[in-house]
Nanobody, 117 residues
Framework: QLQASGGGLVQPGGSLRLSCAASGSIFSIRSMGWYRQAPGKSRELVAA???????NYADSVKGRFTVSRDNAKNTVYLQMHSLKPEDTAVYYC?????????????WGQGTQVTVSS
């Protein structure tokens, strides 16, 4: 189970931090990260961190967003700075698990981020 928190309304140029805690049977995690979906658009990767620590960011957020993880707490964070109106979306945390050759994706409930003056 993934429980996300930290969304809200922020003015352009502001900052927010999202958190997502994983609970339950957690093993063979390949990565944890964040996706987002704006109205009328498909879900897209924002940022992810692999189990080894490597990160992957969408071009649109590079230099503004930072993904991090607390392994002891099974929690992934997304620190967002210099937010823009186009960052407005529902943000979903994701956990990718590998069991043998099969991968499974688990999703949090989504948290709304609205950037508006």
């Amino acid at each position: 189970q993934l429980q996300a928190s930290g969304g809200g309304l922020v003015q352009p140029g502001g900052s927010l931090r999202l958190s997502c805690a994983a609970s339950g049977s957690i093993f063979s995690i390949r990565s944890m990260g964040w996706y987002r979906q704006a109205p009328g658009k498909s879900r897209e990767l924002v940022a992810a961190m692999a189990i080894g620590g490597s990160t992957n960011y969408a071009d649109s957020v590079k230099g503004r967003f930072t993904v991090s993880r607390d392994n002891a707490k099974n929690t992934v964070y997304l620190q967002m700075h210099s937010l823009k109106p186009e960052d407005t979306a529902v943000y979903y945390c994701n956990l990718n698990q590998a069991v043998g050759s099969i991968q499974y994706d688990y999703w949090g409930q989504g948290t709304q981020v609205t950037v508006s003056s």
